[in-house]
T-cell receptor, first 113, second 112 residues
Framework: DADVTQTPRNRITKTGKRIMLECSQTKGHDRMYWYRQDPGLGLRLIYYSFDVKDINKGEISDGYSVSRQAQAKFSLSLESAIPNQTALYFC????????????FGPGTRLTVL | GEDVEQSLFLSVREGDSSVINCTYTDSSSTYLYWYKQEPGAGLQLLTYIFSNMDMKQDQRLTVLLNKKDKHLSLRIADTQTGDSAIYFCAHNPPSGTYKYIFGTGTRLKVLA
């Protein structure tokens, strides 16, 4: 089974709708992240959380919110989706220390019409 | 600055070596990584190098780090069609920061 899972894998929605993307991990890591990927722009950090009570904005948090329901779960919400939020969204985890490696989920492709 | 730059595309013939290059500006990170993204999938760690190393070899992969020039490269020997993917260079958050820095990715196309 995958260590980092995301649901849904694909979603098409309309402008103004509220959308939630979910992420679960079995790696036991405290640190979790949400990124979006756009062609030619690489990965941009939306929010990150270093433990259940810690939520921090990344570089592009406007229009997004998150919830860290448990160590293993980190959800991303789009309060009122707009077309320029069409992108590929990735959840990632990491563990402090060791090699500081991030582990990514398979991604959610979101299309906002 | 915290930029990581990569060329966008690379095309090689099957069996040849591929070299993907990356330059970065912040030299205070401890680890530098190469991730591979196949179509429809997330990023998977290929390899990493500790910042006090010059080279790391792992089967067909060779990572070279030139700290003076802030240049990282990934060499794939005997490139196969299954190596076609996007390759991202990245480094872990510099001390006192939280953000991993990723390059824009290099799309490698392997021609049969």
């Amino acid at each position: 089974d995958a260590d980092v899972t995301q649901t849904p894998r694909n979603r098409i929605t309309k402008t103004g709708k509220r959308i939630m993307l979910e992420c679960s991990q079995t790696k036991g890591h405290d640190r979790m992240y949400w990124y979006r990927q756009d062609p030619g722009l690489g990965l941009r950090l939306i929010y990150y959380s270093f433990d259940v009570k810690d939520i921090n904005k990344g570089e592009i948090s406007d229009g997004y919110s998150v919830s860290r329901q448990a160590q293993a779960k980190f959800s991303l919400s789009l309060e009122s989706a707009i077309p320029n939020q069409t992108a590929l969204y990735f959840c990632a985890t990491s563990e402090e220390g060791s090699t500081d490696t991030q582990y990514f989920g398979p991604g959610t492709r979101l299309t906002v019409l | 600055g915290e930029d990581v730059e990569q060329s966008l595309f690379l095309s090689v013939r099957e069996g040849d070596s591929s070299v993907i290059n990356c330059t970065y500006t912040d030299s205070s990170s401890t680890y530098l990584y190469w991730y591979k993204q196949e179509p429809g999938a997330g990023l998977q760690l290929l390899t990493y190098i500790f910042s006090n190393m010059d080279m790391k070899q792992d089967q067909r992969l060779t990572v070279l780090l030139n700290k003076k020039d802030k240049h990282l490269s990934l060499r794939i020997a005997d490139t196969q069609t299954g190596d076609s993917a996007i390759y991202f260079c990245a480094h872990n958050p510099p001390s006192g920061t939280y953000k991993y820095i990723f390059g824009t990715g290099t799309r490698l196309k392997v021609l049969a």
